[in-house]
């Protein structure tokens, strides 16, 4: 199963340098372990009053140690109460107002079904075919309607949808305005007036989002977010609590619905470097989360030889904390990456074989992302989340202080480098809507590419066309650029991969005439090299455990580099008493 790894990084952008500077909630009591099963327990939810949690787990120890199914536990029993038996996965269960139901999603591969079980076993209902894989399902408060995302099959975004319960009908809830790349995890508030959900922006930045039902309007809490892993309504209806990781590590916070973009959300909290997925019981406002133990490393495919494809996998950079976005310097002869192993994410450089580690920054920042090499080989580019916004930066590899491009009180999305590395390729977001935009290095003057909503762009090496991808469609296109460098309008757009998801808008890498992205097939992200020259495309291998953006390629093209979640384990934990 996906779960929501957009963007695997940072987080909440009012926090500077961990958790010491939000305050914390106190009049709780601390957490409790719940579950203590092998492997991981995941998507928990509470029923309504607090004395039952519905789980999905996957028992190693079972004949298929691969099947996953939902599993039911009260508080003070360790009797556990199995609800499905399912050959493939199953997914967000949510308990129906009155405890007697179970609502569900369950498949294979990318397609599932919405289905309904008895909260005492029994058999399954199955309610609505879904063609892509659901990201979030909550019961409405009133036990008549389930709210679900998914992706739809038009645009290939994923948007928020009400099932009625009487008639089966599936409607789109209307809270779409043009600004985000997809909306996951609906979760109803507690009186069922108001839904709240996690949004996508077109720059890959997460959000918190509410609105009253059934059409808004849609109302931004809080500041932007790199990476978020769940979303519950606090018992009193007037906040969120949610999981987000300063520091490279994911914790609670409780953030106030009515409180505005500038403010401070709370720490809640809890124990380990990991706790997802929260969920409140609406009556007694207990708290049960994912408190996980996983891991992020950078990993190396080497290219051995071409013609058969022969191949080496290993790990190139390994370490507790999370690594992530690596970029091969233009000699080949550094990496540079981003690495939360001395406590926030920082820019750091390793030699080719990854050795002779070094940092580069000091800038606490709550996150980094986009890290490219200018084609001299002396600047790296980048993004940083501060002070509620998205800004452009660029450090020299001496280790200077780095240089804030973005103007005061603007969100931008830094893309690529020029091909002559004398400007910057980057999205901004004005009042209509992102633009593509170049902005000269040494007077700082800035230009529009085009007013298409690109996110990701690279010139050619000529700097002839533009390869980029749009954050509202899936796929990678091809245009010609003008001499004064912005797109020629006159020209149509040659589409050069079809097969590029929205969700790897920022996995591919233009290699001389080879592009080298990431292909998904049944949900599995593929290595693929396409030549330009000839249209031919090669599927080298699997690309195990890769979560997130952050392909790079060698200069030589014979080293790629990826991000790897390693195996993920853990248990359920309950906080009793929350306010």
């Known amino acids: 199963m996906i779960v929501l790894v957009l963007a695997v990084y940072s987080v909440f952008n009012m926090i500077n340098s961990g958790q010491n500077t939000a305050g914390s909630i106190n009049g709780f009591a601390s957490a409790k372990p719940l579950t203590s099963f092998p492997g991981r327990e995941w998507h928990p939810a509470f029923s309504a009053d607090g004395t039952r949690v519905a789980f999905v787990w996957s028992d190693p120890d079972s004949p298929d140690g691969h099947a996953t199914n939902i599993f039911v536990k009260q508080q003070n029993s360790e009797t556990l109460l199995q ?29 599932g079904t919405l289905s309904l079980v008895s909260s005492l076993g029994g058999a399954i209902r199955n309610l609505h075919p879904v063609s892509s894989w659901v990201e979030g399902v909550d019961f409405a408060p009133d036990g008549k309607s389930l709210l679900f995302a998914t992706r739809s099959e038009q645009s290939g975004k994923y948007g928020i949808y009400q099932l009625n319960l009487q008639d089966l009908q599936v409607q789109k809830l209307l809270l779409d305005d043009g600004q985000r790349a997809g909306d996951f995890q609906p979760r109803f508030a507690p009186d069922g007036a108001s839904v709240a959900w996690v949004g996508v922006g077109l720059s890959g930045h997460s959000s918190l989002y509410w609105a009253a039902l059934p059409d808004g309007p849609v109302r931004k809490v809080g500041g932007d977010l790199a990476n978020l892993q769940g979303l519950a309504f606090a018992a009193d209806g007037r906040h969120l609590i949610y999981s987000a990781s300063p520091a490279g590590t994911f914790n609670l916070w409780r953030i106030a619905l009515n409180g505005g973009q500038d403010q401070v959300p709370e720490f809640i909290p809890t124990p380990g470097a990991f706790a997802w997925n929260p969920s409140v019981a609406r009556k007694s406002g207990d708290l049960v989360f994912e408190q996980v133990q996983v891991d992020q490393d950078i990993w190396q495919i080497r290219i051995l030889e071409k013609d058969p494809w022969q191949l080496e996998t290993s790990a ?13 310097s233009p000699d080949g002869n550094e990496v540079a990456f981003i690495s939360a192993r001395s406590g926030s994410p920082e820019i750091w450089l390793a030699d080719q074989d990854g ?17 490219r090499w200018s084609p001299d080989g002396q600047k790296l580019a980048f993004n940083a989340l501060q002070q509620g916004r998205s800004v452009v930066m660029i450090v020299t590899t001496r280790g200077a202080e780095p240089r804030i491009l973005t103007p005061d009180g603007q969100s931008e999305l830094f893309s690529s480098w020029s091909h002559d590395g ?13 633009e593509l935009r170049r902005r000269n290095l040494d007077d700082e003057q800035s230009s529009p590419v085009t007013t298409k909503e690109v996110v990701s762009a690279v010139e050619s090496s000529d700097g002839q066309f533009l390869f980029y991808t749009q954050p509202s469609q899936p796929g990678l296109w091809q245009q010609s650029l003008a001499e004064n460098g912005q797109i020629d309008n006159g020209e149509q757009p040659e589409l050069i991969l079809d097969g590029l998801a929205i969700q790897d808008t920022h996995n591919w890498i233009l290699h001389g005439e080879s592009i080298f992205w990431v292909l998904r097939t049944g949900g599995v992200p593929m290595l693929a090299i396409t030549d330009l020259t000839q249209g031919r495309v090669s599927l080298l291998t699997e690309l195990s455990g890769m979560t997130g953006n952050g392909l790079a390629v060698s200069p030589d093209g014979l080293s790629i580099l990826y991000p790897r979640t390693g195996k993920m384990e853990g248990d359920l934990m309950v906080l009793q008493g929350l306010e």
């Open 83 to 111: 609800l499905t038996d399912s050959p493939g996965w199953v997914a967000w269960p949510t308990w129906s107002p009155d405890g007697q139901t179970v609502a569900f999603v369950q498949g294979e591969w990318g397609a």
């Open 316 to 328: 190139f950079l390994k370490s507790t904390r999370w690594e992530y976005e690596a970029d091969f």
């Open 355 to 371: 050795k002779n580690l070094r940092k580069l920054t000091n800038l606490g920042s709550a996150g980094l992302t986009n890290l």
């Open 422 to 434: 004398n400007s910057l390729l980057y999205g901004s977001d004005l009042e209509n809507g992102w």
